[in-house]
C-alpha cells in the first residue's frame, strides 16, 4: 500500500485551518513513522485570555492517552500482571483486593471508577482532592461492579491503583519515573499532581457552554490514569520511538496490545491502555482522552509504521478527526456513519440503558460513535467501549456491549414512574441520602442539592436522574433491586445501595 502524505496532510490543513478560523481553543495534528515526526499543523489559542497561539511544541493534558506508559513503566519494572491488587495494597477491600492486577489495568476487572463513585455521592468532578484522599475511598468501596472478567467497563481506579504499586516497588515517585522514561527519547513529558501546579506555557482547557467558551477545571490530583502533560510533537515523537521498539520502547508495542481476554475466554479489544480496531482491513491501535476543556486522540498503523495525534485545548470530539487524517495516509475507506434507531432503550431489569442519535450511542453515560458493520448492524469505533448491536424492527436493539451479551427494547413514550420508588433512601455506609417525589423529581446529592433533578422513569422500578455540572453530564440509574433496596448505577459506578429511611 502507497501511503499518500500528501492527501493526510492536507486533510491536517483542515482540521487547524477550521480552530484558527474559529479563533478559539485550538489544537495541534502531528503526522509521524517510524523515524520521528512528518509533518505538523496547529491553529486556535493555547490561551485565549492572552491570545497566546497553540503549537505542536505546546504543552497540553494528554489525559487518558497517557495510560499506556505507566503499563510501559510496570512491565520494565517486572512487576506480575497475574498478582492481584492486594499483594501490594493491603488496604483495599477484600473484593478489590482480590482483582488481578491485569484485569484492573484491561478495564475487566469491574473495579467502580472513583470519581464516578464520588460524584454519585454528591462530590463534583471539580472537588480537590489529594492523593491520599482518593486512595483512602479507594480503600473504603465496599464492593465491584461485576464479577471480574465478565465485562469490559472503563475505570481509572485500577491506573490509579496500579501507579501506587509502581511507586511501591521501585521506592520512587511517578513523576520522576516518566521524566526519566520520555526523557531517554528526547520528550519532555511531565506528570503535575494537581490543577494548581504551574506548568510552563501550558495550554487552558477550554469547554463550550452554549454561547461561550469557559475554562474547564479538574479537581482530584493528576495520576497515571490520565496526568501526564507533553506537547503533540513529544508524543508524536514518542508513539514513534514505540512503532519503532526504540530503546527502552523495545518490544513494549507488542506486549501492550497483546491478546486479553474475558473469563470465557473471549478477546477483548482494550489491552494494556491501548485499544485495537479496524481501519477497512488494516488493524490500527490507539487511545482517547478527556479531562474537563481537553479532548485527545493518537492512531496507529503498526502494519505501515505510522500514526496521527491531534491534542487540543477545546472539548470536542478528538477521535474522528484523527481518523480521516489516518484514512487519508493510508488510502483507506473511512467507516459509513450509522443511520441507528433514535430513541433511548433498556434492558429488562437492571440498570442498562442506552440512548442512541442516528450516528452515536450512549451506553449508560459512555458515549461512542456509530458505524455500520457492512452487515446490516452498528458498531462503535472504540474510544472506550466495544459495542456491536444488530437492530430488531425499530423498537429492539441486541448484541455485545463491552463483550456481554444485551438485549434492550424502546422505552415507550407513556412510561410513569414507578410508585415503588418514592420515598427517602439512604446509603448506611457512605451516608448519601436521595429523596424521590410523586412529581417525578429527585433531590440527589449533587452541588445545589436544594435543585431537584427531573427522573426520565424506565419501565420495572427504574429511572434515570439527570444533571450537568460544567461540560459533564451525569445520568445515573435508580433501580429496585430483587431485595427491595435502591441501586445508584453508572456505566464505571454501581456500588451504592440504599435502604428506604
Known amino acids: 500500500m502507497a501511503l499518500n502524505w500528501t492527501r493526510a496532510a492536507s486533510r491536517a490543513q483542515e482540521i487547524a485551518a477550521s480552530w484558527q478560523s474559529a479563533a478559539g481553543p485550538g489544537g495541534a495534528v502531528v503526522l509521524f513513522d517510524r523515524d520521528g515526526v512528518r509533518e505538523a499543523f496547529a491553529g486556535g489559542h493555547a490561551s485565549i485570555e492572552y491570545g497566546v497561539p497553540f503549537t505542536a511544541q505546546t504543552p497540553n493534558r494528554f489525559a487518558s492517552i497517557s495510560k499506556h506508559i505507566l503499563a510501559i513503566a510496570l512491565?520494565?519494572?517486572?512487576?506480575?500482571?497475574?498478582?492481584?491488587?492486594?499483594?501490594?495494597?493491603?488496604?483495599?477491600?477484600?473484593?478489590?483486593?482480590?482483582?488481578?492486577?491485569?484485569?484492573?489495568?484491561?478495564?475487566?476487572?469491574?473495579?467502580?471508577d472513583m470519581m464516578e463513585a464520588l460524584w454519585h455521592q454528591g462530590v463534583p468532578f471539580t472537588a480537590t482532592l489529594s492523593a491520599e484522599e482518593v486512595f483512602a475511598f479507594a480503600c473504603s468501596l465496599p464492593a465491584l461492579n461485576a464479577e471480574p472478567g465478565t465485562e469490559m467497563a472503563y475505570s481509572n481506579t485500577g491506573w490509579r491503583l496500579g501507579?501506587?504499586?509502581?511507586?511501591?516497588?521501585?521506592?520512587?515517585?511517578?513523576?520522576?519515573?516518566?521524566?526519566?522514561?520520555?526523557?531517554?527519547?528526547?520528550?519532555?513529558?511531565?506528570?503535575?499532581?494537581?490543577?494548581?501546579?504551574?506548568?510552563?506555557?501550558?495550554?487552558?482547557?477550554?469547554?463550550?457552554?452554549?454561547?461561550?467558551?469557559?475554562?474547564?477545571?479538574?479537581?482530584?490530583?493528576?495520576?497515571?490514569?490520565?496526568?501526564?502533560?507533553?506537547?503533540?510533537?513529544?508524543?508524536?515523537?514518542w508513539a514513534s520511538a514505540l512503532l519503532a521498539g526504540r530503546g527502552p520502547?523495545?518490544?513494549?508495542?507488542?506486549?501492550?496490545?497483546?491478546?486479553?481476554?474475558?473469563?470465557?475466554?473471549?478477546?477483548?479489544?482494550?489491552?494494556?491502555?491501548?485499544?485495537?480496531?479496524?481501519?477497512?482491513?488494516?488493524?490500527?491501535?490507539?487511545?482517547?482522552?478527556?479531562?474537563?476543556?481537553?479532548?485527545?486522540?493518537?492512531?496507529?498503523?503498526?502494519?505501515?509504521?505510522?500514526?496521527v495525534v491531534v491534542l487540543s485545548n477545546r472539548e470536542e470530539e478528538a477521535l474522528w478527526p484523527a481518523l480521516t487524517v489516518l484514512a487519508a495516509l493510508l488510502g483507506q475507506d473511512l467507516p459509513t456513519i450509522a443511520e441507528a434507531p433514535v430513541g433511548l432503550f433498556a434492558s429488562g431489569e437492571?440498570?442498562?440503558?442506552?440512548?442512541?442519535?442516528?450516528?452515536s450511542i450512549s451506553f449508560m453515560g459512555g458515549f461512542e460513535r456509530l458505524v455500520t458493520d457492512g452487515d446490516g448492524g452498528l458498531r462503535s469505533l472504540p474510544a472506550y467501549l466495544d459495542?456491536?448491536?444488530?437492530?430488531?424492527?425499530?423498537?429492539?436493539?441486541?448484541?455485545?456491549?463491552?463483550?456481554?451479551?444485551?438485549s434492550l427494547r424502546r422505552v415507550p413514550a407513556d412510561t410513569r414512574l414507578d410508585p415503588r420508588l418514592v420515598g427517602r433512601w439512604r446509603d448506611p455506609r457512605f451516608g448519601t441520602e436521595i429523596e424521590i417525589r410523586a412529581d417525578g423529581t429527585a433531590l440527589m446529592p449533587w452541588p445545589a442539592s436544594g435543585t431537584a433533578s427531573r427522573l426520565t422513569p424506565l419501565p420495572n422500578g427504574r429511572a434515570l436522574a439527570d444533571h450537568l455540572h460544567g461540560p459533564w453530564r451525569?445520568?445515573?440509574?435508580?433501580?429496585?433491586?430483587?431485595?427491595?433496596?435502591?441501586?445508584?448505577?453508572?456505566?464505571?459506578?454501581?456500588?451504592?445501595?440504599?435502604?428506604?429511611?
Not at 469547554?207 to 507533553?230: C, E, L, M, Q, Y
Not at 459495542?387 to 444485551?406: A, C, F, H, Q, S
Not at 445515573?476 to 441501586?487: I, K, M, N, Y
Open 387 to 406: 459495542i456491536r448491536l444488530k437492530r430488531e424492527g425499530e423498537d429492539r436493539l441486541t448484541g455485545l456491549i463491552g463483550g456481554v451479551p444485551r
Open 75 to 112: 512491565l520494565r519494572a517486572g512487576i506480575p500482571l497475574d498478582a492481584p491488587l492486594g499483594r501490594w495494597l493491603k488496604e483495599l477491600s477484600a473484593p478489590l483486593a482480590a482483582v488481578e492486577l491485569g484485569r484492573a489495568l484491561d478495564m475487566t476487572g469491574a473495579l467502580p
Open 474 to 501: 451525569a445520568r445515573p440509574c435508580l433501580w429496585l433491586d430483587a431485595e427491595g433496596s435502591l441501586r445508584v448505577a453508572g456505566h464505571r459506578a454501581r456500588i451504592l445501595q440504599m435502604q428506604r429511611a
Open 249 to 307: 520502547l523495545a518490544g513494549m508495542l507488542e506486549r501492550l496490545t497483546a491478546p486479553r481476554h474475558f473469563a470465557d475466554g473471549s478477546e477483548s479489544v482494550y489491552r494494556l491502555g491501548l485499544v485495537c480496531s479496524r481501519l477497512g482491513e488494516t488493524g490500527i491501535v490507539g487511545h482517547g482522552g478527556s479531562l474537563a476543556g481537553y479532548r485527545n486522540h493518537f492512531w496507529m498503523s503498526p502494519a505501515h509504521g505510522v500514526g
Open 350 to 359: 437492571g440498570p442498562f440503558w442506552a440512548e442512541l442519535a442516528t450516528d
Open 163 to 237: 501507579q501506587r504499586i509502581l511507586e511501591q516497588v521501585t521506592g520512587k515517585p511517578y513523576k520522576e519515573t516518566v521524566a526519566e522514561l520520555s526523557g531517554e527519547l528526547g520528550a519532555a513529558f511531565r506528570l503535575p499532581y494537581d490543577a494548581s501546579e504551574i506548568v510552563p506555557g501550558l495550554a487552558t482547557g477550554y469547554w463550550n457552554d452554549g454561547t461561550a467558551w469557559r475554562r474547564g477545571h479538574n479537581g482530584p490530583h493528576f495520576s497515571a490514569s490520565g496526568g501526564i502533560v507533553g506537547s503533540a510533537a513529544d508524543l508524536a515523537g
